[in-house]
DNA sequence: GTTTACCTTATAGTAACTTCAGGCTTGGCC
DNA sequence: GGCCAAGCCTGAAGTTACTATAAGGTAAAC
């Protein structure tokens, strides 16, 4: 199998998985003659892991720690939940924090629902009173005091 | 005011406002005899302008236009509306998707409650079986039918 | 024999910074 | 005056997970 036909079987770019293989994610298959990568079956198992680690936003790095496990089924599994529960943590935050910011948006929107001249815009007035350190419709009612309400999880 | 102070006044990283200049977002300011950069209080203005609008997760190419607006105050503020809603389209999927990812993850983490070897983990087991085209924990509940159910918005 | 589809490598670009290397300036202390 | 630490400077490279491009070799069909 060549990799325009594993990429159509896994659905995804020839690149992503040449982008795999240069990482270190997915083994190297053998070569044609020309050079060309031949898949075989195992490949393809390899790759749809990857894909469905990614599917759930996990990291490569995160990724690699699995492919691990993986690889070597008797190491004690407790590794994998944690690696789960803080990725779950890490989703639940982005969650939690993209909410936040959808009201705040939502409020600055409400700012200006007609169409005016930039210069009586309340969404813009509201942007330069809020570096001016004015109050702020989008963060003040939702915020906690500090001074960006959204924050990343690092 | 020299850049450190300004970051500290900002409560942004010194590289960050070099960074801002560099992209011609934030205003040059005058130089010291010794070539240190010495800011004013529009600065700070502008520069809490740029990070507000960050707080909001806006893109600095959107940060650009705004800052356009607030410098030219003349134009039609329609195009701060479109780019509000735009955003707001933005954040709203990204929240819905990341809503449904933390549903995978959970019902992934159901898998392995307690911590025995990799071989036995449920929640490696239902990776692994879902990368052999298994319907698969994390995915088929939520899922529509199609391969892969967290998706980006594009 | 040529077109077409497919494959190869290496390199650069994306977003928004962050880090690093190597060097100058300022201010305090002795 | 000498020394040291903190702070400033520039420019380049690193980060993530690809994506795109350039320039070229190969295989099979027509």
Redesign the interface.
């Given at each position: 199998m060549l990799i325009g036909q594993l990429a159509r079987q896994a659905?995804c770019e020839v690149e992503t998985i040449r982008y795999y293989e240069h990482e270190g994610l997915l083994s190297a298959p053998e070569r044609t003659a020309a050079g060309y990568r031949s898949y075989r079956s195992e490949h393809l198992?390899?790759?749809?892991?990857i894909?469905?680690?990614?599917?759930?936003?996990m990291s490569l790095a995160e990724v690699r720690i699995?492919a691990g496990?993986?690889s070597?089924?008797?190491?004690?599994?407790?590794g994998?939940?944690d690696l789960?529960?803080r990725?779950?943590e890490t989703?639940?935050q982005?969650?939690e924090s993209?909410?936040l910011?959808?009201q705040?948006?939502?409020a600055?929107?409400e700012r200006?629902p007609a169409?005016?001249?930039?210069?009586?815009?309340g969404?813009?007035r509201t942007?330069?009173d809020?570096?001016?350190?004015e109050a702020?419709a989008?963060?003040t009612p939702f915020g906690d005091g500090t001074?960006?309400?959204?924050t990343e999880s690092t």
């Amino acid at each position: 199998m060549l990799i325009g036909q594993l990429a159509r079987q896994a659905g995804c770019e020839v690149e992503t998985i040449r982008y795999y293989e240069h990482e270190g994610l997915l083994s190297a298959p053998e070569r044609t003659a020309a050079g060309y990568r031949s898949y075989r079956s195992e490949h393809l198992g390899e790759l749809n892991f990857i894909l469905h680690c990614r599917s759930l936003d996990m990291s490569l790095a995160e990724v690699r720690i699995l492919a691990g496990f993986r690889s070597d089924p008797q190491q004690d599994c407790a590794g994998i939940n944690d690696l789960i529960d803080r990725h779950l943590e890490t989703v639940h935050q982005q969650v939690e924090s993209l909410q936040l910011l959808e009201q705040q948006l939502l409020a600055l929107r409400e700012r200006c629902p007609a169409s005016r001249d930039a210069a009586h815009c309340g969404i813009l007035r509201t942007l330069v009173d809020a570096a001016q350190g004015e109050a702020c419709a989008c963060h003040t009612p939702f915020g906690d005091g500090t001074r960006h309400g959204h924050t990343e999880s690092t």
